[in-house]
């Protein structure tokens, strides 16, 4: 079993900035074949994707609505493997349950094809 907790969340106005960590621990499969990523999920849609990141870090991608806004890394230089999500110019729109995710082999933007999940954090963008 993989855990992933998940933190930072909290309230920002618009134009503000959080940052999201995730922290991954136990098994983690064979670790230079893994992804992980961030999705959110807002009331009453579907979890989408937002970010992910290879495990050399390498490999990085981004849904077209965060780009140049969010910035993910991986720290995997320990047992506990560490991912942050760096969010910038936050808009109400980025409201939402923030999930960290892991899943074996490369990247998916679709929720379904992720292995572990982390319980979320909450990201609220208001005035």
């Known amino acids: 079993q993989v855990q992933l907790v998940e933190s930072g969340g909290g309230l920002v106005q618009p134009g503000g900035s959080l940052r999201l960590f995730c922290v991954a621990s136990?098994?983690?499969?064979?670790?230079?074949?893994?992804?992980m990523g961030w999705f959110r999920q807002a009331p009453g849609k579907e979890r989408e994707f937002v970010a992910l990141i290879s495990w050399s870090g390498g490999i990085t991608n981004y849904a077209d609505s965060v780009k140049g806004r969010f910035t993910i890394s991986i720290d995997n230089a320990k047992n506990t493997v560490t991912v942050d999500l760096q969010m910038n110019s936050l808009k109400p729109e980025d409201t939402g349950v923030y999930y960290c995710a892991v899943k074996s082999g490369g990247g998916s933007s679709s929720a379904g094809d992720w292995d572990y999940w982390g319980q979320g954090t909450q990201v609220t963008v208001s005035s």
């Open positions: 136990g098994r983690t499969f064979s670790r230079y074949t893994m992804t």
